[in-house]
């Protein structure tokens, strides 16, 4: 662990991840190797299978690699699933203070902190309300104010959006960009949803399936803000997608 | 609806910045859409809620009252063999006015609160140490379900033996009564807890003993208090069953009283005993559904004075609009599971003690 910060936010090195043992032993990531650069925007695409998932725990210290290293070069990582995964016993003030109490922040300190995220992620003054009397949209909105409780320099988000309807997600689309704007957050983003990958990554890792290898990378030279249904967005995200079904392909057989 | 102003107000205090390609304001639509999304919960005046909640149980009782009456107007037994509910009704109320019937029932009541509470310590003790190991699962997981499903009532002859007709006899039984359960409802409530809470508890830095604290221990509650009331249930039946065969001399009890009255052909008075014991044990799962109705509002689990099954049903338009309940707060939370009860245990105490007497 190094306090020195470089411009390489995530190191993965050659990582293999495999679960199980013997006949039944199944291979999710294969020799992987990705540099995830400092306050970068990084999508990973894939289809079922790809162990997009998998990756992103690893990255969070959820899990540990079979094979290769991941370093995160002293950072720390908050998590944000798909469900949003609020404790149902707790408000959304409380949601987002249990990292702070883990950390053994005082009270008062705590308070204003909670303040301060709810109103980054405009749910300012609803402390108070507990996770059923919000919606969903809401929801993940306090899970990513969680998230940033972790004081977290890489944010790893699995498909946080894809329970949401259409214009919910589009809307939390921008409000995300904005925030890692604000934030300067290394933002990890896992989805199948190509369109929603151009829409906000800067660059875009696609991987394979069974088990998941880095198939191809694409930069995403379209400038922000972006819209989901532009034309710059729609075309890179048909070339994209052909490649995507390719890939998809090659398991048919 | 109070809920929805209440938060659109707070939503609209909000500065604005524009969509660059559109000129719209991205947060007054998100406000919008927070507005609408909101679930909102209908609440009914506690009046008519308390007025909902007391008119089936008065009558419930008013009908089971009836068909008592019912049974002695028919003649089928001589009224000092069965009384009606008027004369043990009366008895009751009479005995009320009573020292003896306080300083009995307070016996009995430090009796069953003494049992539970150390029932409570080793069941939770006992579940938390099976649910974390694997090899102690395995060594006593199932004799623990055994225990449950025994009779207390078989435990007395041993227990006298061991301790004579002492304090420490009845004691003995009713921890060995309600501490299985109280163990179930713990290694169950852990072994329900989702996974995904666990995951996000580690996402969060938690670990050993702080996750149990922030996630494991609450995610478990609800089996947990289940395993409490059931608990309960055990240590009143066990504490029953012993107080008719235990009886210390110069030690009054509610058990003692019954056992006194069948001993003199007393059917009134014997029938005033059991409503005693019936009115303990209703007032003791009042508590325990309170508690419980408490925590299922506050996971959303339930709207208010109706079960999730029937808020899910629409029934009389109550409960959550636009996919108020949480997937993830439902499964976890709905999931309390439902443990072995001993099918007779009940009916086998009472039977047992009458015979033994």
Known sequence: ?253 | MATESGISTQLRGRSTDLDPETGLAVDAALAGLDALDIPTVQRRPLAARAWAATWPKIGALALFLLLWQVVVWSGWKPTYVLPGPGKALSEFGSRLGTNHFWDALARTLVRALEGYALAVVIGVVVGVAVSRSAVLRTAVGSFITALQTMPSIVWFPLAILLFKLSESAILFVVVLGAAPSVANGVIYGVDYVPPLLVRVGRSMGARGFSLYRYVVAPAALPSVLAGLKQGWAFCWRSLMAGELLVIVPGHPSVGADLQNSRELLDTVGVMASMITIFVVGVLVDTAFNIADQRMRVRRGLVAEGTSAVRAARGGRGRGMAGGGVDPVGGSGDGTVPHQPVDGGAGGADGGHAGGAG
């Open chain 1, 1 to 253: 662990m190094t306090a020195v910060r470089s411009d390489t936010a995530v190191r993965i090195d050659g990582v293999s991840r495999f679960f199980g043992a013997g006949a039944a032993r199944v291979q999710a990531l294969d020799n992987v190797s990705l540099d995830v650069r400092s306050g970068e925007f990084l999508c990973l695409l894939g289809a079922s299978g790809c162990g997009k998932s998998t990756l992103l725990g690893l990255i969070a210290g959820l899990d540990a690699p079979s094979a290769g290293t991941v370093d995160t070069t002293g950072r720390r990582a908050g998590m944000m699933f798909q469900d949003s995964a609020l404790l149902p016993w707790l408000t959304a003030g409380g949601n987002i203070e249990v990292p702070l109490r883990l950390r053994g922040i005082r009270r008062g300190e705590r308070r204003e902190r909670v303040e301060r995220l709810l109103a980054m992620v405009r749910l300012a003054g609803l402390a108070d309300k507990r996770p059923h009397e919000l919606s969903g949209g809401m929801r993940q909105r306090v899970s990513l104010a969680r998230a940033f409780a972790q004081e977290a320099d890489i944010l790893c988000m699995d498909e946080p959006f894809g329970a949401l309807d259409a214009m919910t997600r589009d809307l939390l689309h921008d409000e995300l960009e904005r925030i890692w704007r604000e934030t300067g957050v290394t933002v990890i983003f896992v989805t199948h949803d190509v369109r929603e990958a151009v829409r906000l990554g800067d660059r875009i890792v696609l991987l394979s399936s069974r088990p998941g290898r880095v198939a191809e990378i694409f930069d995403v030279d379209i400038e922000r803000p972006r819209r989901i249904d532009s034309a710059r967005v729609a075309e890179l995200a048909t070339t994209v997608t052909t490649r995507l079904r390719e890939e998809v392909g090659r398991h048919g057989h």
